[in-house]
């Protein structure tokens, strides 16, 4: 059974930055899609950026610019690094894995993605 276990989130004050980390384990192919996902307290999951089975990256509108994802396949790691945060970034983020086989497509939708972590908290606030 696949595994995904985040980590790195914590507190950080307005215009810092994290690296949240995502390790992968029981997936076998390497052509699967992984999203990271936040929620916020009262709001739905939604999408913050996803990587296609060829590593092709894409943002939700608001990060574009500021956050960066990418995958270590030695390590079976997929990293997102956030810089230039803003309180409205604070939530509980998510990773999630989905094989696409050899399709392009990076799912934006939560129903898209059959793995799931249990999440890292980030709050941004000073």
């Known amino acids: 059974q696949p595994q995904l276990v985040e980590s790195g989130g914590g507190l950080v004050q307005p215009g810092g930055s994290l690296r949240l980390s995502c390790v992968v384990s029981g997936i076998t192919s390497d052509r699967y899609a992984v999203g990271w996902f936040r929620q916020a307290p009262g709001r739905e999951r939604a999408v913050v950026s996803c990587l296609n089975g060829f590593d092709t990256p894409d943002y939700e509108d608001s990060v574009k610019g500021r956050f960066t994802i990418s995958r270590d396949n030695v390590k079976n790691t997929v990293y997102l690094q956030m810089n230039s945060l803003k309180p409205e970034d604070s939530g509980r983020y998510y990773c999630?894995?989905?094989?696409?086989?050899?399709?392009?497509?990076?799912?934006?939708?939560?129903?898209?993605?059959?793995?799931w972590g249990q999440g890292t908290q980030v709050t941004v606030s000073s």
């Open positions: 999630a894995a989905v094989y696409v086989g050899e399709l392009t497509v990076c799912p934006f939708m939560e129903g898209s993605y059959d793995y």
